[in-house]
Structure formats: C-alpha cells, structure tokens
C-alpha cells in the first residue's frame, strides 16, 4: 500500500499536468496547425527548388486561381463537421454558371441574376437536407441525387458553353486592385470574405455551435435539446448557397456557363477539406484549415506546372497527400479514444 | 392479407422489379419492336440483348460495390481502376510484336486485371488493417488512379488492332454475345461463392455490428479485405471489357461516373448503404433498370447528356418508397380496420443512423 501525499484527498480527478492540460485543450487544432506546416514546409521546398516562387505574382494568383475552390471548401467543411458529405457541389457551381450566362445573354439585369444565383444553389441544398434529415437517405445518395439533378439541368438549360460577356460579372475578375506586383480581384475579396463570416458563423453563432454538436454526437445534442433536424438541413443550405456564390466567381473566371464545368471539383474540394484538418467522422474542424488545404491543393497544381510535367500528377500528390493526412488523423483519433 | 401475398409485398426485391418491368412495358408501349429478338447466323440480335451485353461492365463492378456495401464499406475507385487496367492490357499489346496472338493478349489481360486485385488489396489494408474511412481511404485512390492509368499510357489515347482482344466486347458464343457471358460468370460464381459458403453471412454480420461479430469469432479483417480485393479484381475485368469495346485505352474516359451508377444500382435493388443485409438478386436488377433506362432515355431521342436528370428522379422516387418514414404515410392512408396488433405501425425512431 503507497502513501500518498495529496492534500485534499477527497478529490477524485486524476492530476494532470498543465503543459498537458494546454495541449489537450488544443488538440483539435493539431491537424489545422498540421496543414498550415504543410503549406509553409511546400512553399520554401518551392522556393528553394525553383528560386523564383515566392513571388508576389505567384501569390496573388494562388488566390485568384482558386477563389471559386475557397467558397466552395467552406461550404463543405459545414456539412462535413456535422458527418455528412455533399458531393453535388461541382454540378450545382456549374448550375448556377449556366442559368447566370442564359439570364444575361436573355436579357436579365445583372444584379437580379446575381441575386438569383445564390437562393438556386441554396434550393439544391435544401433538397438534399430533406431528403437527408426526413426520409432517411444517405448523405452520400443525397447529394449524389442533387449532383445529377444539377447536371442534367445544366444541360437542359444549355447544351453549348454560353459566353458571358457581361462588364458586371467578368469586372469581379479582370479588376485588378493593387501594386507592386501583389494584386487582388473583387472574386477574392468575395472569397476571404465567405471565409471570415462562416468562421464567424461557426465560432459564435447559436447555429454554428450546433453544427459541432450534432457532429459530436447527434443523439448528444439532441437531448441537450439543441435544433438538430434544422441545423442538418440548413447545413446542406449553406453549402448549396456556397455552391452558387462559387458559381459566380467561376463564371466570371472563366467568362462562360458550360454544363462540363466543374466536373471532379466536389472531390477536390473534399481532398481540401480533408487535408485541412477537419475530421470525416464529424464534430471537429476549422475553416482556417480548409482555406489552408485549398492553398495546399493550389501550391501543389501551380508547382506542377513550373515543373512542366504532366498535370496528372497534380491529382496523383493529392491523392498521396489525402492518404498520409487521413492516417495521421486517424493516428489521432485513436489516441483521443484511449484517453 | 393472406400470407403469401404479404410476404411478396414485403419483399426487397419487389420495387426494383417493378420498375424495371415498368420500363420495359413503356419501351414496349413506345417500339413494340423492343422485345422482339431475331436470330442472325445463329447469333441473336435486339435490343434486350444489348442492355444485356451494354450492361456487363457495371454489372462486373456492381456484384464487388455490393459484398463491399455489405460490409459497412464503399468502393469509389472502381471507375479509375477500370482505367488503370485497361492502360496496362492495351500497353502492353501495343508495344508487343504479335497483337494478334492469344498469349499475348491472355497476358495483358492478366496483367491488368493482377494490377487491379492488387490496389483493390490495397484499399482493403487501408479500410481493414489501418482503419481508414472507406469513402476516404477509396477516395485516394479515386483521384490517384487516373493519374497513374495517364502515366501508363504517357497521357494519350492508345489504340491497338487485336482480333482476339476484339472479341471479347464484339464476340459471340452459343449465340450471345461474349461479354453478357462473362457477366453471367460473374454473378454465378460470386453467388453461389457468397451464398452457398458461410462468406455471405459472415460478411453480413460484419456489416451489422463489426464489434460484435469480431467477438463472436468472425475474422472480420480477413473478410472486408479480401471483398476489397475481389472488387478491385471486378473492376479490373469491366476495364478490360470496356477498353476492348472500343479498342482504347483512354484514362479520362473510361468508367467515368461508374462508381455512381454502381452504388445506384446497388441502392436501388434494395441494399442498404448503412450495410449488413445485401442482395446480389438485387444488385443484377438494379444494374438491368439502369441499363434499360440509359437506353431507354436515347431512344426517346433525348440527349445522354440529361440522363442525369432522369437517374436523379429514379433514385428520389426508389429512395422515398424505402423511406420508413414515406410507408408510414402510406399505411395512414389504409383505413385502419383489421389491424391485428402485430401490423402496428412502429413509431419512426429518430436516433442516428
């Protein structure tokens, strides 16, 4: 029998140490923290291999390449934080880039098509929420409905790409603010912007904490008495809302709605949000993440092409990348479960 | 409600079934011509005939995305790894001197489809050793697998010229065509491999509850990975059969999507995603409903491009049918006399799937 020297020996939680305490506290961020290494780590190999990489240039079209990919990561991470998944982000982005180039060459002001774009995608989430929280389909069978339903649309609606040559929409683009070789475009103020208010919304809002609840553990929330069933579907209605503001900003990159834009973009845009740190099961994850794994997929698909080899070896990296991530996650995971 | 009739009712099987008969009669309704099947030089010839011989690369891929679903599982890099198999068969008898000679072409095909056992292998380790989500772990190589066939093949379409390699899309034995055979094969050999050993079984019980099976003895690891492997090796022979269709190996192009049509064809013969209890009967529905309503939707002169939209309505309207919540709407509708206490509508549970 050991003696011990506690000084309120009625005190039953086991002692730990502070360090310990401050890590454990922060132990969600550790694959955000991951990601944003990676990303350092990949930019000074870049710069080391080529010389001339971290350039202002190269920077600012990191940003202005994959503004469209940004917006649609945060919507994802939503839904991915509550467990579910949606994959018709590609095809309702592409939507909402053919029903915004046939409004405009029929004659429709710019600012009501701009203002119809986003409620389109919305109403494509809100269909895959219900279909999802009432009548029981998978996430996955859900969104893969929405993702067919949207390209089938796509196709009704237009089966040419349509040029948009609209001043209103191509100006987020071709408007270049800044100086000094660093510049910006209207699409990527847009872009950090659904950043900063979804982090917002995440962090501080009644809404957002009930995403991570109902990821945690929906039964949990439920008899917290927390608004699952809304929060499930509202979830999907961001990433559908995400999903049209991303089709604006990828119309006015691409300066036409075509209905075989976007094809591949859901996994891409899963492969970002994976790697940024936030966990498929659900309950954990962070918008600063996602944006650093989108930035992460942008580095790998701009250092490719300084390379000059073949672009298939963008999605090759990715997928290698994905792979370790996942591991490490699940090497945390599993540890977190035998605590 | 006699007992004989209920127990067809309540039969999975019997929606899938349903809409496929409905499809036929519209296609029937439509072109009477479309049952009707004509004998050419002993070969028969009609449009049943190509749903059945168009439909054996997602029947081959849907069979392994079924044992997989079984086992709380999905498979999302079929469609690249029937492009990474056909790369390697059509590489391999582009850059051999004899394209025309049978062991040629028996060794491209083998080639191909061991390459394929083996990522499919390599997705089981992923799901079954190191514990990896299935739709993640399956994912890598969904995005992976295209580059890899595209490094195969140095980023171009390879053509070759190889009549026994011809055959195998565009022959015919005992009067059918060779490619609805080897799907035939396919489905005798799983079922009666899944059903008549305890396989079938285990693999269920695995995908109910893998803890409790693991505790009652089942070797759950050895199971999930192996159906891993068996639907890499599927998927590895609807690549071969599909590049042979059309005598190229072209990695954007081939089983693009297929991964969707096959879970679809899986969901709609009545299997669950959330695992346990499959249907491989099912499954072949399933398969056959898509086919007839891909083909269905080109005659009606609308172009494959807004099949999509028609694919979605099925699925909303097979989704719903099996929806608990949809029946109880529907058995509120009976008048609510002779209800014995056994047929009470339970009330829906809304705990977490």
């Known amino acids: 029998m050991t003696i011990t020297h506690e000084t309120e020996p009625t005190t039953t939680a086991p002692v730990i140490p502070a360090w310990r305490r401050v890590v454990g506290s922060r132990v969600s961020w550790m694959p955000v923290l991951a990601a944003v290494a990676l990303l350092l780590i990949m930019f000074a190999a870049a710069q080391a291999y080529f010389g001339r990489f971290i350039t202002p240039g190269v920077i600012s079209s990191l940003f202005v390449d994959n503004a469209y990919l940004i917006v649609l990561a945060v919507g994802m991470t939503f839904v991915i934080i509550t467990g579910g998944i949606d994959l018709s982000v590609g095809a309702v982005m592409a939507f909402t880039g053919v029903l915004a180039a046939f409004l405009l060459t029929n004659g429709v002001p710019t600012a009501l098509v701009v203002t119809i774009m986003i409620p389109t995608g919305a109403l494509f989430g809100l269909l895959i929420g219900i279909l999802v929280q009432y009548f029981d389909v998978q996430p996955f069978i859900a969104s893969l409905v929405g993702m067919f339903l949207a390209r089938g649309l796509c196709y009704v609606l237009a089966p040419r790409a349509i040029k948009v040559s609209d001043v209103g929409v191509l100006g987020l683009q071709s408007t270049k603010i800044g100086g000094g070789g660093w510049y910006i475009t209207a699409t990527v103020i847009i872009a950090l912007a659904v950043v900063i208010i979804g982090a917002w919304v995440l962090g501080y809002t009644r809404f957002g904490r009930t995403v991570y609840a109902v990821g945690g553990s929906e039964q949990s929330a439920r008899l917290m008495g927390l608004a699952v069933a809304r929060t499930k579907v509202l979830v999907y209605v961001v990433s559908g809302a995400c999903a049209g503001i991303a089709g604006l900003l990828f119309t006015a990159y691409t300066a036409a709605g075509y209905s075989l834009n976007g094809i591949g973009t859901e996994l891409d845009t899963i492969a970002a949000v994976v790697i940024g740190g936030t966990l498929l099961t659900g309950g954990s994850g962070y918008l600063v993440g996602s944006l650093a794994g989108v930035l992460v997929y942008g580095v790998i698909k701009t250092a490719i092409s300084f390379l000059g080899v073949d672009q298939s070896w963008t999605r090759i990296t990715i997928g290698i990348l994905l792979l370790a991530f996942v591991v490490v996650q699940r090497l945390i995971v599993a540890r977190a479960n035998r605590r | ?353």
Do not use: H
């Open chain 2, 1 to 353: 409600m006699r007992p004989f009739l209920k127990s067809v009712l309540k039969n999975r099987i019997l929606w899938p079934i349903g809409a496929l008969v409905a499809l036929i009669l519209i296609n029937f309704i439509s072109r009477p011509s479309f049952l009707s099947i004509t004998v050419q030089n002993g070969q028969f010839y009609g449009s049943l005939i190509d749903i059945l011989r168009n439909s054996a690369p997602l029947m081959l891929v849907s069979l392994g995305m079924c044992l997989v679903i079984g086992t709380r599982g999905i498979d999302l890099s079929v469609g690249a790894q029937m492009a990474i198999s056909g790369a390697v068969a059509l590489t391999i008898i582009a850059d051999s001197p004899t394209p025309n000679s049978l062991g040629t072409v028996m060794i491209a095909i083998l080639a191909g489809v061991a390459l394929t056992l083996l990522f499919g292998l390599w997705n089981g380790f992923l799901v079954s050793v190191v514990g990896i989500q299935p739709i993640i772990a399956t994912l890598v190589l969904m995005l992976a697998g295209r580059g890899i066939a595209l490094l195969i093949t140095n980023g171009f379409i390879t053509t070759i010229n190889s009549t026994p390699y011809q055959f195998i899309a565009g022959g015919y034995i005992f009067g059918f065509p060779f490619e609805f055979l080897v799907s035939l094969v396919a489905i005798v050999v799983v079922g009666l491999v899944v059903r008549r050993t305890a396989l079938g079984v285990l693999t269920e019980s695995v995908g109910i509850n893998p803890a409790a099976s693991r505790l009652a003895g089942v070797r759950s690891r050895g199971i999930v990975w192996s159906l891993y492997g068996l639907s890499g090796l599927l998927a590895g022979v609807a690549g071969i059969l599909y590049s042979s269709n059309i005598m190229a190996a072209d990695a954007n192009a081939a089983g693009v999507n297929i991964e969707l049509d096959a879970i679809l064809a899986v969901v709609l013969g009545g299997t669950s995603l959330a695992g346990g209890k499959f249907t491989l009967a099912g499954t072949v529905v399933g398969v056959f409903t898509i086919q007839t309503l891909t083909s269905t939707i080109t005659f009606l002169g609308v172009p494959p491009a807004v099949t999509p939209v028609f694919k979605a309505i099925v699925v909303i309207i097979v989704c719903l049918s099996q929806s608990r919540r949809v029946r109880a709407w529907l058995s509120n509708l009976r008048p609510p006399m002779r209800r014995l206490p056994s047929d009470v509508v339970t009330p829906i549970e809304r705990t977490a799937a």
